[in-house]
């Protein structure tokens, strides 16, 4: 089992760029292919990308060209970088491995566009 922490999120206009992070809470010798998802409320989580671990990103259709999942593995840290933001992208989005294992689940971290 793997603690994740994912921050960056918080208030953003639309239109505007957010850069979300995630890294594990412990020490562990390395992360494996990992994904970024995000739940609205009433709504089933989705996937929003995942990367392997050489680094190929693997963007969700819904969401190419304008999010970007990246990692550092020396830093063990993995980026999701959001622009061009929209109100219906106010959700709270988590990171997990690539499929996710339900233990896993941290807390996510929120965003919010709005103006």
């Known amino acids: 089992q793997v603690q994740l922490v994912e921050s960056g999120g918080g208030l953003v206009q639309p239109g505007g760029s957010l850069r979300l992070s995630c890294a594990p809470a412990?020490?562990?010798?390395?992360?494996?292919?990992m994904g970024w998802y995000r739940q609205a409320p009433g709504r089933q989580r989705e996937l929003v990308a995942s990367?392997?671990?050489?680094?190929?990103?693997y963007p969700e259709d819904s969401f190419k060209g304008r999010f970007t999942i990246s990692r550092n593995n020396a830093e063990k840290t993995v980026y999701l970088q959001m622009n061009s933001l929209k109100p219906e992208d106010t959700v709270t989005y988590y990171c997990?491995?690539?499929?996710?294992?339900?233990?896993?689940w941290g807390q996510g971290t929120q965003v919010t566009v709005a103006s």
């Open positions: 997990n491995v690539y499929p996710p294992i339900a233990s896993d």
């Open positions: 412990g020490s562990i010798s390395g992360l494996p292919m």
């Open positions: 990367i392997g671990r050489g680094g190929t990103p």
